[in-house]
């Protein structure tokens, strides 16, 4: 005889009172119901499987199932078997919820985003990812699904080392890659092993995102910010800031603004971090996505040793991904990757070996470019519009990526943004994204024109240039 029927139905817990066996599991049903606990419609276990698991007579349960079923507790059909109920039952009642958990359930939901820093994820191309999963996980080795290295799978460092060195003109081998949890995870190893080193500054570019700047700080480094004209940061104010230890820059497409950082200036920050043994943290966040140039090479290309490289593909497939890598130089690699722990608690093996397919097969580079394409005619309807609609604002940065910069007139981009809130668009604005030292020298939008789906890119546009000026 076999122990089949282990295996058979659904767990539950239930915990039996002091009273009667048929007693005790009526009053734990109804009380697990009445709760909220078992939602309407969930399925319980068969009265077999239930009597089992709790080591109780089988017609003990069918009775308490019965009961319940004529109190209207249960239902019980041919073939779905016995369900909770659909019946409204009050759970006790609680405190309302907090005042800003209010305050925020009030908040109208855009109805169109134009934000920047996200792809259009309704783009994601599933067929192909689950044809790549599928094939990962029928080749994986039995050992993938344990713990791991944590430096991640060696098939995706491989992978995206080749990749990188193809596409980005990054000079990587897979010993040097550590796989991470999305870019901030990334930088946040980076700044633990700063802080290990002694470093006391690392300096940022005048615009970007405020919460790069508040995981440095929180890890105990200041945060001086480079100047910023057309041709990007000014890497040569390096040279004045003695205890910068590193620097972190968007090279190839700066956010926001969208300028290419000018040769001179990435070869002054590479002859900074020479001189000084300092790190330049290269952050290659849409290097993918350019149009009307020639792609701008990875800063990392031109020293290895003296610049870390993050990427991410967070914005070539989706950021729920929370995939992500770092090409270390080779005195960072044992640091970083006693930072990140004794083995790879962060990132799932199977999405590893799913994206290593991905790439090997080709199947990224289509997506890549497929995408660029389809990025590119929302960039030019973008500036079509707004060249017919709003002859009076300049757009920038539409070289390359998925966000432009719309100037304004002096003084008008809070207003605008609250217009375009009243459109049911949500925008950025340039403000946000300046660095708290920095002067206020523009106002300007940062639209995102890859986030909206293409159900609903006219309308966003179409809002967008009625609550311009």
């Known amino acids: 005889m076999t122990d089949s029927w282990a295996t058979y139905g659904v767990d539950l817990h239930v915990e039996l009172g ?34 089992v698991d709790l080591g109780v007579a089988r017609n003990t349960v069918a009775d308490a199932y019965a009961e319940l079923v004529a109190e209207g507790w249960l239902t019980a059909r041919q073939g779905s078997g016995t369900r909770v109920a659909q019946r409204a039952v009050a759970a006790p009642r609680k405190a309302g919820p907090p005042a800003a958990v209010t305050r925020h359930s009030a908040r109208r939901t855009p109805a169109y985003s134009l934000m920047p820093g996200a792809p259009d994820l ?40 080749e990749y990188l060195a193809r596409a980005r003109g990054v000079r990587a081998t897979p010993d040097r890659v550590v796989i991470c949890s999305g870019f901030v995870h990334g930088l946040q190893l980076i700044a633990k092993v700063l802080g290990q080193r002694r470093v006391r500054e690392v300096a940022v570019e005048s615009y970007g995102l405020h919460f790069h700047r508040d995981l440095l700080t929180e890890a105990g480094l200041r945060t001086p910010a480079l100047g910023f004209d057309g041709h990007g940061s000014r890497t040569g104010e390096l040279a004045e800031l ?67 490289y993050l990427g991410t593909a967070s914005k070539s497939l989706a950021p729920g991904l929370r995939l992500a890598w770092m ?48 990025y590119r005619r929302r960039r030019d309807q973008l500036v079509a519009a707004l060249a017919e609609r709003a002859p009076e604002v300049r757009v920038t940065g539409i070289a390359a990526g998925l966000h432009a910069v719309v100037e304004l007139p002096a003084g008008t981009e809070r207003s605008v943004v609250q217009a375009a809130a009243w459109q049911g668009l949500a925008l950025g604005r340039v403000g946000s994204f300046r660095h708290p030292s920095g002067q206020r020298d523009r106002d300007a939008l940062v639209v995102g024109y890859a986030t909206p789906p293409d159900s609903a890119w006219a309308g966003a546009l179409e809002a967008l240039c009625r609550a311009l000026p």
Do not use: C
């Open 122 to 161: 309704a783009s994601f191309p599933r067929a192909e990812w689950l044809k790549a999963a599928r094939r990962a996980l029928t080749a994986a080795p039995h050992e993938a699904f344990g713990y791991g290295d944590p430096r991640g799978r060696v098939e995706l460092r491989t992978a995206v080392a």
């Open 327 to 374: 090409v270390l130089p080779e005195s960072l690699v044992e640091e970083v990757t006693a930072a990140k722990g004794v083995v790879d608690w962060v990132s799932s093996a199977l999405d590893q070996l799913t994206l290593a397919e991905f790439i090997g097969s080709g199947a990224y580079d289509r997506h890549v470019r497929s995408m660029r394409l389809r």
């Open 18 to 51: 002091g009273s009667g066996l048929r007693t005790g599991l009526m009053n734990a049903l109804r009380e697990a119901v009445r709760t909220g606990r078992l939602a309407p419609g969930t399925r319980l276990p068969s009265s077999r499987s239930l009597a």
């Open 242 to 308: 003695r205890a910068a230890g590193a620097v972190l820059l968007t090279p190839a497409h700066q956010f926001p603004m969208g300028v290419a950082l000018h040769p001179d200036r990435r070869a002054a920050a590479v002859d900074w971090a020479r001189g000084t043994g300092g790190l330049i943290l290269e952050d290659d966040y849409d290097g993918e996505f350019r149009y009307d140039r020639q792609p701008v090479g990875a800063l990392q290309g031109l020293d290895p040793e003296r610049v870390v």
